[in-house]
């Protein structure tokens, strides 16, 4: 056992040095105040002296402890230390090596809602293969619109073969305009195609969901059913035996309660001939995008519509939607009325608008 003093302006600060050193272990066996002589037989401020008694293992430990914090400390301050070389060369890199130009492009990318890791790869991808140095604006242009042109891969619209009844299916988030975007289609299926076309509901959730699909049914002329559960699916599609086309309107979802005992998905396991739609919003945020993207992959197979890209802010989700997932694009809407605001996605127009040479999408 050994014995020590330690001093303070209070007894709060004697009790710190103390503890500091001994730790919790040391035993206090007295505490003074101490009145100290200054110059001339002045008074000082009083001290506090506290005496402890301990063993000697416990500050041995101590000491062993406090130098292993130390040793923890100065490995976490060294790997930042690199962390941060490395964070600071690779931003050097980007601002160092993209050229002015490239990184323009890629401002505009972002400003047209192009998530900022995706612009970064895209440009960085190009300025990797090709040294733009002294190339002319305009050759620099069509690099990025050919880049970007890959990007969105082949484009799929709904492909027929009469004789070969195919079933269509629309999927999505609530109120992305699956209904809409149905009756668009099937109205130009019908009146410009003049295909044989059924319509089915399983939209039985939502108070008039079945109405506001009935209505299109009514001016197109085209027969609707209603399926409310599994044996409505067989019943239905004999009845439709004959139509070259069959339409199924699904009821919104939200996209982190889809599962597989959905009827909708029982539906599409039971149908061999099929396409199968998800329509997302051309205005929906990155992040829920990417959540929604992420929660249909039990679909497995299916094209995107991006509806409602008169409301977006820009194109930058259809690139988006591509690097979420490899599935193809097909339509984009562009508006309420029905059929017009519905096309065929067309490449050259989304690229030009995303760089800033169009406002395609946005009403004229
Ligand atoms: N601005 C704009 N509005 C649209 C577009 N497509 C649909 N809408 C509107 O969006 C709203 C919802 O459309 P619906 O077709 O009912 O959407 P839904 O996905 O079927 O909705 P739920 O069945 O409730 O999930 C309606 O007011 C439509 O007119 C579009 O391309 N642009
Ligand atoms: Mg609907």
Do not use: C, W
Request: aromatic share 8%; glycine share 6%; charged share 25%.
């Amino acid at each position: 056992m050994k014995v020590k003093k330690y001093t303070g302006a209070t007894a709060y600060e004697a009790m710190t040095k103390l503890k500091n050193e001994l730790g919790q272990d040391a035993i206090i066996l007295n505490t003074r105040t101490i009145k100290q002589k200054g110059f001339f037989g002045i008074f000082k401020k009083p001290i506090v002296e506290i005496t402890a008694a301990f063993e000697e293992k416990d500050l041995i430990s101590k000491n062993k402890n406090s130098a292993n914090k130390l040793r923890e400390i100065n490995n976490e301050i060294q790997d930042l230390k690199k962390m941060i070389g490395e964070l600071s060369t690779s931003t050097n890199k980007e601002i160092i090596k993209i050229p002015k130009q490239l990184n323009d492009y890629k401002t505009q990318l972002i400003n047209k809602g192009v998530e900022y890791s995706t612009a970064t790869l895209i440009i960085g991808e190009i300025n990797e293969q090709i040294n733009i140095n002294n190339k002319d604006e305009e050759i620099i242009k069509n690099i990025i619109k050919y880049n970007l042109m890959e990007y969105l891969g082949d484009i799929r619209p709904l492909s027929v073969s009469p004789g070969h009844q195919k079933v269509i299916f629309f999927l999505g988030p609530t109120g992305v305009g699956k209904t809409t975007t149905l009756a668009k289609i099937a109205a130009q299926l019908v009146l410009e195609k003049k295909y044989n076309i059924g319509l089915i509901t399983t939209d039985t959730y939502r108070i008039a969901a079945v109405e506001q699909l009935k209505t299109y049914s009514n001016i197109l002329n085209l027969p609707l059913e209603v399926v409310y559960n599994e044996s409505d699916i067989y019943k239905s599609l004999t009845f439709f035996k004959d139509k070259d086309l069959v339409l199924v309107d699904t009821a919104g979802r939200n996209h982190r309660e889809i599962n597989k005992e959905d009827i909708v998905y029982k539906m599409l396991n039971s149908i061999n001939n099929k396409e199968v739609y998800l329509v997302l919003s051309g205005a929906t945020d990155y992040i829920t995008l990417k959540s929604i993207i992420e929660h249909y992959s039990i679909i497995g197979d299916y094209k995107i519509i991006f509806t409602k890209l008169d409301e977006a802010q820009g194109l930058g989700n259809v690139i988006n939607a591509k690097f979420l997932t490899k599935n193809p694009l097909s339509y984009i809407t562009m508006g309420q009325n029905v059929p017009d605001d519905i096309e065929i996605l067309d490449k050259d127009k989304v690229v030009n608008s995303l760089i800033g040479e169009n406002d395609y999408g946005r009403p004229s």
